[in-house]
């Protein structure tokens, strides 16, 4: 079945302590993002992902890091974690990021993040 | 900059009522794309349409309609004979295809709740 997983679902955590969102595609696709959604604020990009190695922020970056050594995951990484990072995370594909068919893009199934 | 705005921050109607979720978007670009997930209260992001600029063919897909108007930078949704099962949250999207943009602006979404 194609589709994008994240892991974990849950996770509540604590200040500072290091934690990685691991997300894996299995379509083959170009593009990979993140995406954190916040009431009343929408979803916003934190990071994204043209291709094998080749990251770029976001309208969100500070707190965050990915990386995309294969073409399949694309992890977000929280080196030291901070309350106002709690939120619901959502790693995104998409085909291509050209334009025409295939730009849409396909959602994990989002995990929420508790920070305390 | 690309802009999306949902005004209608939650919209409620009955079972069978024709529902309309407004977009409205700007950009500067002649190219881009817009886009409608749906996020039931399971919590997982769906993707429904995209529509390209340069194509302001309106669709229609089952009880689904968007209503693509350059003229006014809008992308509406309508639902017609509304189900319990559209109860949800809609997110409209936009993303620029001039500039290297792979940051798409998504909407703060509309909340739909129909009630039986």
């Known amino acids: 079945e194609a589709q994008v997983t994240q892991n974990p679902r849950y996770l509540i955590t604590v200040t500072g302590k290091k934690l990685t969102v691991t997300c894996s595609q299995n379509m083959n696709h170009e593009y990979m993002s993140w995406y954190r959604q916040d009431p009343g604020l929408g979803l916003r990009q934190i990071y994204y992902s043209m291709n094998v190695e080749v990251t770029d922020k976001g309208d969100v970056p500070e707190g965050y890091k990915v990386s995309r050594k294969e073409k399949r995951n694309f992890p977000l990484i929280l080196e030291s974690p901070s309350p106002n990072q709690t939120s619901l995370y959502f790693c995104?594909?998409?085909?291509?990021?050209?334009?025409?068919?295939?730009?849409?893009?396909?959602f994990g199934p989002g995990t929420r993040l508790t920070v305390l | 900059a690309q802009k999306v705005t949902q005004a209608q921050t939650e919209i409620s109607v009955v079972e069978k009522e024709d529902v309309t979720l407004d977009c409205v978007y700007e950009?500067?670009?002649?190219?881009?794309?817009l886009f409608w997930y749906k996020q039931p209260p399971s919590g997982e992001l769906v993707f429904l349409i995209r529509?390209?600029?340069?194509?302001?063919q309106n669709e229609i897909s089952g009880r689904y309609s968007w209503n693509f108007q350059k003229s006014t930078s809008s992308f509406n949704f309508t639902i017609t004979a509304s189900q319990v099962v559209d109860s949800a949250v809609y997110f409209c999207?936009?993303?620029?295809?001039?500039?290297?943009?792979?940051?798409?602006?998504f909407g703060r979404g509309t909340s739909l709740i129909v009630h039986p």
């Open positions: 529509r390209n600029s340069f194509d302001e």
């Open positions: 999207a936009l993303r620029e295809s001039s500039g290297g943009s792979y940051i798409p602006t």
């Open positions: 950009t500067r670009d002649t190219t881009y794309y």
């Open positions: 995104a594909s998409s085909l291509r990021t050209s334009g025409g068919r295939g730009n849409e893009q396909f």
